[in-house]
């Protein structure tokens, strides 16, 4: 036996349910083109410790550099995720997201191996700075950009998966 179904109610309920879904891709939008305060700022994080780290440490101080370095990463990362309004739940994340953060790892890793080498003849301070400032101009060029893409097209996947279970 079927219940009847008062198709305005229907229209209501799936606004109701829709405008806050919304809201959320609106501002995990806004995030990703906000301003780029964090982007810079764990650029500065890096740029230091990439300076440090190319002065030839003694063994004894680079776990000591790297320690806090990781530390301040860690700090930075939490602070900033507290300051985010909305988070998307696992199931939101694709592809794009992770090949976003596996590409930036390569493109910032492999500047950093491949300025190390470039500038090794030189004296360790001015190699040191070199190698920090190509490495985080690296990073700073693919951020931006990256997020933007991997964030981007959240809404149209979403009205895709919308559509693909109506039609079910």
């Given amino acids: 036996m079927s219940t009847p179904v008062d198709a305005e109610q229907a ?7 829709r405008v806050p879904q919304e809201r959320v891709y609106d501002e995990v ?5 906000r ?8 650029a500065a994080v890096m740029w230091v410790f990439l300076a440090v ?17 990781c ?3 860690t700090v930075l990362a939490r602070a900033l995720h507290r300051r985010s309004r909305v988070q998307l739940h696992h199931s939101r994340c694709d592809w794009r997201m992770y090949a976003a953060f596996a590409g ?9 191996l491949l300025s190390g080498r470039l500038v090794e003849p030189l004296e360790p301070t001015t190699g040191a700075l070199i190698r920090a ?3 985080v101009a690296v990073f700073v060029l693919f951020v931006g950009p990256v997020t933007r893409w991997s964030t981007g ?3 149209a996947r979403a009205d895709r998966r919308a559509t693909e279970g109506a039609g079910r």
Avoid: C, F, N
């Fill in 153 to 155: 097209s959240l809404r």
């Fill in 133 to 135: 400032t190509v490495s």
């Fill in 11 to 17: 229209w209501r309920d799936l606004q109701r349910i």
């Fill in 35 to 42: 301003k780029p305060g964090a982007t810079w700022a764990m």
């Fill in 53 to 69: 780290i190319g002065l030839d440490l003694p063994q004894w101080g680079v776990w000591p550099a790297l320690a806090g370095y």
């Fill in 71 to 73: 530390a301040v990463v």
């Fill in 29 to 33: 939008e806004r995030s990703a083109s």
């Fill in 104 to 112: 930036g790892a390569v493109a910032t890793g492999g500047t950093v």
